[in-house]
Protein backbone atom coordinates (compact mmCIF):
# COMPACT_ATOMS: atom_id res chain seq x y z
CA UNK A 1 0.00 0.00 0.00
CA UNK A 2 1.29 3.83 -1.13
CA UNK A 3 0.55 6.24 1.75
CA UNK A 4 0.67 9.49 0.12
CA UNK A 5 -0.02 13.16 1.80
CA UNK A 6 0.79 16.62 0.78
CA UNK A 7 1.39 19.51 3.34
CA UNK A 8 2.25 23.28 3.06
CA UNK A 9 -0.98 24.95 1.91
CA UNK A 10 -2.26 28.46 3.29
CA UNK A 11 -3.36 32.20 2.68
CA UNK A 12 -0.87 33.73 1.32
CA UNK A 13 -1.04 37.73 -0.61
CA UNK A 14 -0.69 38.08 -4.28
CA UNK A 15 3.48 38.21 -5.50
CA UNK A 16 3.89 36.06 -1.99
CA UNK A 17 5.62 32.78 -2.26
CA UNK A 18 4.31 28.95 -0.97
CA UNK A 19 6.45 25.84 -0.69
CA UNK A 20 4.02 23.04 -0.75
CA UNK A 21 5.74 19.58 0.30
CA UNK A 22 4.42 16.02 -0.95
CA UNK A 23 5.20 12.79 0.68
CA UNK A 24 4.72 8.92 -0.84
CA UNK A 25 5.67 5.98 1.76
CA UNK A 26 4.60 2.58 2.44
CA UNK A 27 5.46 0.08 -0.87
CA UNK A 28 6.40 3.04 -3.17
CA UNK A 29 9.15 2.61 -5.52
CA UNK A 30 11.49 5.04 -6.40
CA UNK A 31 10.96 5.23 -9.74
CA UNK A 32 7.62 6.04 -9.71
CA UNK A 33 7.36 9.81 -11.58
CA UNK A 34 5.40 12.09 -9.74
CA UNK A 35 2.92 14.62 -10.48
CA UNK A 36 1.22 18.31 -8.80
CA UNK A 37 -2.31 18.64 -10.32
CA UNK A 38 -4.33 21.23 -9.06
CA UNK A 39 -8.57 21.53 -9.05
CA UNK A 40 -9.84 24.85 -8.39
CA UNK A 41 -13.65 25.94 -6.98
CA UNK A 42 -16.09 24.55 -10.04
CA UNK A 43 -13.37 23.54 -12.73
CA UNK A 44 -11.66 20.30 -13.55
CA UNK A 45 -8.52 19.03 -11.99
CA UNK A 46 -5.48 20.71 -13.90
CA UNK A 47 -1.97 19.79 -14.65
CA UNK A 48 0.83 21.82 -12.41
CA UNK A 49 3.71 19.89 -12.89
CA UNK A 50 5.81 16.70 -13.36
CA UNK A 51 9.14 15.04 -12.55
CA UNK A 52 11.02 11.75 -13.46
CA UNK A 53 12.47 9.22 -10.97
CA UNK A 54 15.95 10.41 -11.70
CA UNK A 55 15.07 14.61 -11.98
CA UNK A 56 16.24 14.24 -15.26
CA UNK A 57 12.41 15.10 -16.90
CA UNK A 58 10.70 17.81 -15.90
CA UNK A 59 7.61 19.37 -16.97
CA UNK A 60 5.39 22.41 -16.28
CA UNK A 61 2.06 23.80 -17.03
CA UNK A 62 2.44 26.79 -19.36
CA UNK A 63 0.83 28.74 -16.70
CA UNK A 64 3.05 27.91 -13.91
CA UNK A 65 6.59 27.82 -16.25
CA UNK A 66 8.91 29.94 -14.57
CA UNK A 67 7.18 30.56 -11.10
CA UNK A 68 6.70 26.82 -9.88
CA UNK A 69 10.05 25.04 -9.45
CA UNK A 70 9.46 21.02 -8.71
CA UNK A 71 11.93 18.88 -6.70
CA UNK A 72 12.12 15.68 -5.11
CA UNK A 73 13.99 13.33 -3.36
CA UNK A 74 14.07 9.54 -3.28
CA UNK A 75 14.48 7.31 -0.32
CA UNK A 76 14.29 3.54 0.27
CA UNK A 77 10.40 3.42 0.64
CA UNK A 78 9.70 6.90 0.72
CA UNK A 79 9.21 9.94 -2.07
CA UNK A 80 9.42 13.04 -0.81
CA UNK A 81 8.36 16.35 -2.86
CA UNK A 82 8.47 20.34 -3.36
CA UNK A 83 6.72 22.27 -4.84
CA UNK A 84 7.81 25.90 -4.91
CA UNK A 85 5.79 28.33 -6.11
CA UNK A 86 6.78 32.09 -6.15
CA UNK A 87 5.13 35.14 -7.36
CA UNK A 88 1.68 33.81 -6.71
CA UNK A 89 -1.47 35.32 -8.34
CA UNK A 90 -5.34 34.90 -7.67
CA UNK A 91 -5.99 32.23 -10.30
CA UNK A 92 -3.16 29.87 -8.58
CA UNK A 93 -6.29 29.41 -5.80
CA UNK A 94 -6.85 25.91 -5.60
CA UNK A 95 -6.75 22.72 -3.84
CA UNK A 96 -3.15 21.02 -4.99
CA UNK A 97 -2.74 17.34 -5.15
CA UNK A 98 0.68 14.83 -5.48
CA UNK A 99 0.14 12.13 -7.38
CA UNK A 100 2.61 9.32 -7.98
CA UNK A 101 3.17 6.27 -11.10
CA UNK A 102 5.16 4.49 -12.77
CA UNK A 103 4.96 6.45 -16.01
CA UNK A 104 5.73 10.45 -16.47
CA UNK A 105 2.30 12.12 -18.10
CA UNK A 106 0.82 15.00 -17.92
CA UNK A 107 -2.69 13.09 -17.65
CA UNK A 108 -4.23 12.89 -14.36
CA UNK A 109 -4.24 8.93 -14.84
CA UNK A 110 -1.93 8.60 -11.58
CA UNK A 111 -2.19 5.37 -9.62
CA UNK A 112 -1.42 7.03 -6.02
CA UNK A 113 -2.94 10.76 -5.06
CA UNK A 114 -3.04 12.09 -1.65
CA UNK A 115 -5.95 13.98 0.16
CA UNK A 116 -5.14 17.53 -1.42
CA UNK A 117 -3.83 20.79 0.37
CA UNK A 118 -5.28 24.26 0.47
CA UNK A 119 -3.98 27.17 -1.21
CA UNK A 120 -5.86 30.62 -1.24
CA UNK A 121 -4.12 33.32 -2.88
CA UNK A 122 -5.45 37.08 -1.89
CA UNK A 123 -5.41 40.13 -4.04
Known amino acids: QVHVAESGGGLVQAGGSLRLSCTAS????????MAWFRQAPGKEREFVAS??????????AESVEGRFTISRNNAENMITSDLQMNSLKPEDTADYYC??????????????WGQGTQVTVST
Open 26 to 33: GRVRNTYA
Open 51 to 60: ISWTSDTILY
Open 99 to 112: AFEEQLSMEDSYDY
